[in-house]
Nanobody, 122 residues
Framework: VQLQASGGGLVHPGGSLRLSCAASEFRLGSYAIGWFRQAPGGGREEVACIGGSDGYTIYPDSVKGRFTISRDNHENTVYLQMDSLKPEDTAVYYC????????????????WGQGTLVTVSS
């Protein structure tokens, strides 16, 4: 069982990136999947979640209107489209599931993929 996040990189403020979270040996569509981030010296923050069967999405105010989470069941991948990026979005981004259907993903009991670094800088 594995989650693999990818798509990070360096982007200028105001730019966009799309992160991907691919799963192996289980179906992402069966569970709620969350995207989290952790900035240097900071705590882990959930920035998006998509529910299992209903696909309900939630976002914190810090990214609402700028980030969009989506799922492609055929590709078994969850995406995080990040637009209007700000320097404060700089962090390592992770995808995770706690094996429930419902958002938010409980970080303390979650299964984590490896992270991908997003750097927003001019």
């Amino acid at each position: 069982v594995q989650l693999q996040a990818s798509g990070g990189g360096l982007v200028h403020p105001g730019g966009s990136l799309r992160l991907s979270c691919a799963a192996s040996e289980f179906r992402l569509g069966s569970y709620a999947i969350g995207w989290f981030r952790q900035a240097p010296g900071g705590g882990r923050e959930e920035v998006a979640c998509i529910g299992g069967s209903d696909g309900y999405t939630i976002y914190p105010d810090s990214v609402k209107g700028r980030f969009t989470i989506s799922r492609d069941n055929h590709e078994n991948t969850v995406y995080l489209q990040m637009d209007s990026l700000k320097p404060e979005d700089t962090a390592v981004y992770y995808c995770a599931t706690d094996w429930s259907q419902f958002c938010t993903v409980v970080a303390s009991s979650a299964f984590w993929g490896q992270g991908t670094l997003v750097t927003v800088s001019s």
